[in-house]
């Protein structure tokens, strides 16, 4: 049996993760055509169909969501073999920021990959807006950052992309009160310059009830009943219902997650372990249902 090829898979996950076969070519530094080429081999190694049509896109077949299940956890063993062998038993301190929004779901694999491959390293965290921390980053007081990336902030790479929800309380119907109660973050807040504009152009009365950069207060106000707010669905809780357009909510611009690097004169090799493991933890949380639109 014919081992799987790595940098097909590296591939497979290039296209699902940036959503179309053009961009995964620019990811993996090949041409379209070369990238066909390796989906067409991966098929024919696996002996079933990868990808089917879906209009004028393409999407992920039922045996290639379990292919790129295997194909992430893949990645993800050999970036850390590599990193293991590459870096040795390194030392050091390595500053690491996020809002609170992402620390809940991202931190714990993150941080327990990064000390299994070099328990001597010390990482600090710290949680605050993506503001503060952009302004952290050029200052160098902190190395690393995963922020939500802004249009028009730049030196972001992105890494994540998810869904921006509306959400309220499972036991209560303050989304139907008008004006609507709202909770959210402060004013430079991406989020919330979505929600406001999203009510706006729909016509709809609000009001700002709760402001907070911390999402667990602001999470604690939806579920008490008392507002409505926007997460994106990786901050998603117990006990909160995700408003549609059949409620009179609109859809959301995506919520894009990047990492931002202090770029120091110096060689800082923990932080490029971390950013890269930063990397390949955010891709394996890739959503459960992939959509390719036409190029």
Not at 68 to 84: S, V
Not at 142 to 167: K, M, N, P, S, Y
Not at 250 to 273: F, N, Y
Request: glycine residues 8%; hydrophobic residues 40%.
């Amino acid at each position: 049996m014919h081992p799987l090829d790595i940098d097909q898979l590296r591939t497979l996950v290039a296209i699902a993760d940036s959503g179309s076969f053009t961009r995964a070519a620019e990811w993996v530094h090949k041409t379209q055509s070369a990238v066909s080429m390796q989906m067409k081999r991966l098929e024919e190694r696996v002996g079933r169909e990868v990808f089917s049509k879906a209009g004028r896109g393409t999407r992920l077949t039922d045996d290639g969501e379990r292919l790129l299940d295997y194909a992430r956890r893949i990645m993800r063993l050999q970036t850390e073999c590599l990193a293991t062998f590459e870096a040795g038993d390194l030392a050091g301190r390595v500053r690491l920021g996020l809002p609170d929004d992402y620390a809940d779901r991202y931190l714990p694999e993150i941080l327990g990959r990064f000390a299994r491959a070099h328990p001597r390293a010390e990482v600090t965290v710290m949680c605050e807006p993506t503001d503060m921390l952009a302004e952290r980053i050029a200052a160098g007081e902190i190395d690393l950052a995963i922020v939500t990336e802004a249009r028009q902030r730049g030196g972001i790479e992105t890494v994540r992309t998810e869904a921006l929800l509306w959400v309220t309380s499972s036991r209560h119907a303050v989304h139907e009160d008008t004006p609507i109660p709202l909770a959210l973050g402060r004013p430079a807040c991406v989020w919330r310059r979505a929600a406001t504009e999203a009510l706006e152009r729909g016509g709809r009365a609000s009001r700002i009830l709760f402001v907070s950069w911390n999402s667990t207060a602001v999470g604690a106000a939806v579920l008490a009943g008392l507002a409505v707010s926007v997460l994106p669905e990786s901050a998603l809780r117990p006990g909160m219902r995700i408003l549609s357009p059949q409620d009179g909510f609109a859809a959301l611009p995506s919520c894009r997650i990047g990492l931002m690097r202090h770029r120091s004169p110096e060689p800082t090799p923990l932080a490029d372990i971390l950013a890269g493991q930063i990397r390949q933890s955010l891709n394996n949380l890739g959503p459960g249902s992939l959509g390719f639109a036409a190029e």
